[in-house]
């Protein structure tokens, strides 16, 4: 780990000198050298009891080498009988791979983390800044919601904080790590970040313990309340990672997305993507093999895996340049799209299309899920989104039908209509207004109606199955010219990324294009 109490270079020259310093400046080296870790060895201890690292050790080890400018690091409580280091956050701007970015933590050691009215006013300014620069803006949530000591006794004044966060979304990259204990505004700042990163230890939640307990009369611990399992279930959690350190790894693996094209990295072996489709139809397949299959080595990154499992959503590099990627998954309801992967899908839209990253949709569905349970679950709105999303997007994408492009499931993941950049299929395939055999039963009816026993229904709906089948093949839609080429699985990776290179780059905007929803 790097040395997360560095003082900056006139702390340190200063530090082993026998000097007097005069009085005014030994005050202000003073306070500044009273903040840091160094000085305060039993707020660390106290971190390292519950498996933690403090504020300053997370923003160090993030941030490249000597490269932290703190602000606000004299901030004091608002209370004259209240101490407490920045009051309780840690902030400031700094490099990441040589990139400027804003990063701030609340200090759990300082009242929990809370928000005070001053730290209030710490965090307006880092996200003014931030918008007015377009600085990548990084930070970590754990803390208590609002200090009650200053928040509820006398006027407070006006706080922008929450305000200036949701305004710079879909304008600056906004991600949020949490491995602790986020509650009340702390929580709302992460339900509002583009990618939320927590560990096993997280527990996020809109009121504590405390606030529970007035409301419901029972006593919860933070973890009864809100585990991270059941966030990662709904959608709320982006990425699960061990702890802090991974944390800061993701967090610096994603900011890569949004820097632009780097140097092409390690290809795939691109002929396993020829055997990963079975031959069999009714079979399913891992479709996160496929994006591995077309992406440099090691540049995955699924976001919300455990979240509307029949579509999975990843950010990856294919030759350098970065992509967002939406994908049916057969593993899940054979890739029907529900109500979760509809609201899934749509937000991913929302966030690169925000930023302007290409995408590539990976079709293989059997449609939009059917039924009455489903219903229930307001399918006609959310599917809606997806359509919505897409068809106003600006940033380019490309289609690739893996098998399955049936109905309104093949229209909102890339159809020809909404103008895909390319539009390939591979020989698995298959394509229909709505499922095969569905259309067999409108079409034949009639015929099927009449049969006159179960086993001549069967043959004659088998038949008639195999018939519209043939004729709704990659090679007879290619024949019709309804989409780019057919090619061999082994090249998707070839033919994607010599039209990224082709891509105009988006041209300097003055204003953002919309925000990214928080769902």
Same mark, same amino acid.
Request: glycine residues 8%.
């Given at each position: 780990?790097?040395?997360?109490?560095?003082?900056?270079?006139?702390?340190?020259?200063?530090?082993?000198?026998?000097?007097?310093?005069?009085?005014?400046?030994?005050?202000?080296?003073?306070?500044?050298?009273?903040?840091?870790?160094?000085?305060?060895? +039993?707020?660390?201890?106290?971190?390292?009891?519950?498996?933690?690292?403090?504020?300053?050790?997370?923003?160090?080890?993030?941030?490249?080498?000597?490269?932290?400018?703190?602000?606000?690091?004299?901030?004091?409580?608002?209370?004259?009988?209240?101490?407490?280091?920045?009051?309780?956050?840690?902030?400031?701007?700094?490099?990441?791979?040589?990139?400027?970015?804003?990063?701030?933590?609340?200090?759990?050691?300082?009242?929990?983390?809370?928000?005070?009215?001053?730290?209030?006013?710490?965090?307006?300014?880092?996200?003014?800044?931030?918008?007015?620069?377009?600085?990548?803006?990084?930070?970590?949530?754990?803390?208590?919601?609002?200090?009650?000591? &200053?928040?509820?006794?006398?006027?407070?004044? *006006?706080?922008? *904080?929450?305000?200036?966060?949701?305004?710079?979304?879909?304008?600056? =990259?906004?991600?949020?790590?949490?491995?602790?204990?986020?509650?009340?505004?702390?929580?709302?700042?992460?339900?509002?970040?583009?990618?939320?990163?927590?560990?096993?230890?997280?527990?996020?939640?809109?009121?504590?313990?405390?606030?529970?307990?007035?409301?419901?009369?029972?006593?919860?611990?933070?973890?009864?309340?809100?585990?991270?399992?059941?966030?990662?279930?709904?959608?709320?959690?982006?990425?699960?990672?061990?702890?802090?350190?991974?944390?800061?790894?993701?967090? *610096?693996?994603?900011?890569?997305?949004?820097?632009?094209?780097?140097?092409?990295?390690?290809?795939?072996?691109?002929?396993?993507?020829?055997?990963?489709?079975?031959?069999?139809?009714?079979?399913?397949?891992?479709?996160?093999?496929?994006? +591995?299959?077309?992406? &440099?080595?090691?540049?995955?990154?699924?976001?919300?895996?455990?979240?509307?499992?029949?579509?999975? *959503?990843?950010?990856?590099?294919?030759?350098?340049?970065?992509?967002?990627?939406?994908?049916?998954?057969?593993?899940?309801?054979?890739?029907?799209?529900?109500?979760?992967?509809?609201?899934?899908?749509?937000?991913?839209?929302?966030?690169?299309?925000?930023?302007?990253? =290409?995408?590539?949709?990976?079709?293989?569905?059997?449609?939009?899920?059917?039924?009455?349970?489903?219903?229930?679950?307001?399918?006609?709105?959310?599917?809606?989104?997806?359509?919505?999303?897409?068809?106003?997007?600006?940033?380019?994408?490309?289609?690739?039908?893996?098998?399955?492009?049936?109905?309104?499931?093949?229209?909102?993941?890339?159809?020809?209509?909404?103008?895909?950049?390319?539009?390939?299929?591979?020989?698995?395939?298959?394509?229909?207004?709505?499922?095969? +055999?569905?259309?067999?039963?409108?079409?034949?009816?009639?015929?099927?109606?009449?049969?006159?026993?179960?086993?001549?229904?069967?043959?004659?709906?088998?038949?008639?199955?195999? +018939?519209?089948?043939?004729?709704?093949?990659?090679?007879?839609?290619?024949?019709?010219?309804?989409?780019?080429?057919?090619?061999?699985?082994?090249?998707?990776?070839?033919?994607?990324?010599?039209?990224?290179?082709?891509?105009?780059?988006?041209? =300097?905007?003055?204003?953002?294009?919309?925000?990214?929803?928080?769902?």
């Amino acid at each position: 780990m790097k040395d997360a109490i560095r003082l900056n270079d006139s702390e340190s020259a200063d530090a082993g000198k026998s000097t007097e310093l005069r009085p005014d400046l030994a005050e202000v080296v003073a306070l500044r050298r009273a903040a840091l870790d160094e000085a305060r060895p +039993e707020a660390v201890a106290k971190r390292r009891r519950t498996g933690h690292r403090t504020a300053r050790e997370n923003i160090d080890e993030f941030l490249d080498d000597d490269s932290f400018l703190e602000i606000g690091r004299l901030t004091k409580p608002k209370l004259p009988h209240m101490t407490g280091p920045a009051d309780g956050l840690v902030m400031g701007t700094g490099t990441v791979d040589g990139k400027a970015v804003a990063v701030m933590s609340y200090d759990y050691t300082v009242y929990a983390g809370t928000q005070s009215s001053h730290n209030h006013m710490k965090h307006d300014r880092l996200f003014q800044l931030a918008i007015k620069h377009r600085w990548p803006l990084v930070t970590w949530l754990e803390g208590g919601g609002a200090r009650p000591h &200053d928040s509820m006794t006398g006027r407070v004044g *006006t706080t922008t *904080t929450f305000v200036d966060f949701a305004r710079a979304s879909g304008w600056i =990259p906004l991600i949020g790590i949490c491995a602790g204990r986020a509650f009340a505004g702390n929580a709302n700042l992460c339900g509002m970040c583009d990618i939320l990163i927590a560990t096993p230890k997280a527990a996020i939640g809109m009121a504590g313990p405390p606030l529970v307990k007035a409301a419901l009369g029972k006593d919860f611990t933070p973890e009864e309340i809100c585990p991270p399992d059941v966030h990662m279930a709904q959608g709320v959690i982006d990425v699960m990672v061990a702890d802090e350190a991974e944390a800061g790894r993701v967090a *610096t693996q994603y900011l890569g997305y949004f820097q632009g094209p780097r140097a092409p990295g390690e290809a795939p072996d691109t002929k396993r993507l020829r055997d990963l489709v079975p031959e069999n139809p009714r079979r399913a397949y891992d479709v996160r093999k496929v994006i +591995e299959g077309i992406a &440099d080595v090691g540049s995955v990154l699924e976001l919300k895996p455990k979240f509307g499992r029949a579509i999975v *959503t990843s950010m990856i590099h294919i030759e350098g340049h970065p992509v967002g990627v939406l994908a049916n998954q057969p593993m899940y309801m054979a890739g029907a799209i529900d109500s979760p992967a509809s609201e899934k899908a749509a937000r991913f839209i929302q966030l690169c299309d925000a930023f302007d990253i =290409p995408m590539v949709m990976l079709c293989d569905t059997p449609g939009l899920m059917v039924g009455p349970d489903v219903e229930k679950t307001g399918l006609v709105r959310r599917s809606a989104r997806v359509l919505l999303a897409l068809a106003n997007a600006t940033t380019p994408f490309m289609t690739v039908v893996l098998r399955k492009a049936y109905g309104l499931g093949y229209y909102v993941m890339g159809s020809e209509p909404l103008e895909p950049s390319l539009l390939l299929a591979w020989p698995t395939a298959e394509f229909g207004g709505m499922g095969i +055999e569905g259309a067999v039963n409108i079409i034949h009816k009639p015929e099927l109606d009449a049969a006159p026993d179960a086993e001549t229904h069967d043959r004659l709906h088998a038949e008639k199955v195999a +018939e519209l089948k043939k004729s709704n093949t990659a090679l007879e839609v290619a024949g019709r010219f309804e989409f780019d080429d057919v090619i061999d699985p082994a090249d998707t990776r070839w033919y994607l990324a010599e039209t990224l290179k082709r891509m105009p780059r988006p041209a =300097p905007r003055d204003r953002k294009k919309h925000p990214v929803d928080a769902m």
